[in-house]
T-cell receptor
Framework: KAGVTQTPRYLIKTRGQQVTLSCSPISGHRSVSWYQQTPGQGLQFLFEYFSETQRNKGNFPGRFSGRQFSNSRSEMNVSTLELGDSALYLC??????????????FGPGTRLTVL | EDQVTQSPEALRLQEGESSSLNCSYTVSGLRGLFWYRQDPGKGPEFLFTLYSAGEEKEKERLKATLTKKESFLHITAPKPEDSATYLCAVPGGANNLFFGTGTRLTVIP
């Protein structure tokens, strides 16, 4: 069974630009969550999508947004990039039989560098 | 407020030297505790889920245990390939995970 895939793996952008990251979950998984990982803050939850609806959102500014498509694939977008947005962005998928009880399986991440 | 604290931050072991990593948590109504392994530049790899105090799970040289306040990840006779950052997490909401800061394990040959 194929794992979670994320594209692109690496991105370099400049301040003020916007970026879109893509995530394909494990086949059959309907929940997709996004996390930001930095050396200083560790892994922090961005948002979670289920059946094309955002169900939960972390404490990030509105510049961070996402969506989910009918095939469960998800994208996240960051507008007006800042230097502090440089991070590893991770996508995780789960079956979501019951909220909060499901193992999440992570993709390899997208390394975003903002210059 | 839910909190997850991992200790130590870093651990260096000789190959074959067993030890334990700690994850203490403060949550209102535990709905599971998850252990992950993360190699540099990669996404976390799922290891274990523990749901109730007293539960134990094993995988190769790793054994995870859970009490009402903390979880331990025991590493028996570690090998250099066990070097990684080990993360624990608890559900923080509908379907998100609240992670600790991790323990960076280095196993020296």
């Amino acid at each position: 069974k194929a794992g979670v895939t994320q594209t692109p793996r690496y991105l370099i952008k400049t301040r003020g630009q916007q970026v879109t990251l893509s995530c394909s979950p494990i086949s059959g998984h309907r929940s997709v969550s996004w996390y930001q990982q930095t050396p200083g803050q560790g892994l922090q939850f961005l948002f979670e999508y289920f059946s094309e609806t955002q169900r939960n959102k972390g404490n990030f500014p509105g510049r961070f947004s996402g969506r989910q498509f009918s095939n469960s694939r998800s994208e996240m977008n960051v507008s007006t990039l800042e230097l502090g947005d440089s991070a590893l962005y991770l996508c995780a998928s789960s079956l979501n039989f019951r909220q909060g009880y499901n193992e999440q399986f992570f993709g390899p991440g997208t390394r975003l560098t903002v210059l | 407020e839910d909190q997850v604290t991992q200790s130590p931050e870093a651990l260096r072991l000789q190959e074959g030297e067993s030890s334990s990593l700690n994850c203490s948590y403060t949550v209102s109504g535990l709905r599971g505790l998850f252990w992950y392994r993360q190699d540099p530049g990669k996404g976390p790899e799922f290891l274990f889920t523990l749901y109730s105090a007293g539960e134990e799970k094993e995988k190769e040289r790793l054994k995870a245990t859970l009490t009402k306040k903390e979880s331990f990840l025991h590493i028996t006779a570690p090998k250099p390939e066990d070097s990684a950052t080990y993360l624990c997490a608890v559900p923080g909401g509908a379907n998100n995970l609240f992670f600790g800061t991790g323990t960076r394990l280095t196993v020296i040959p």
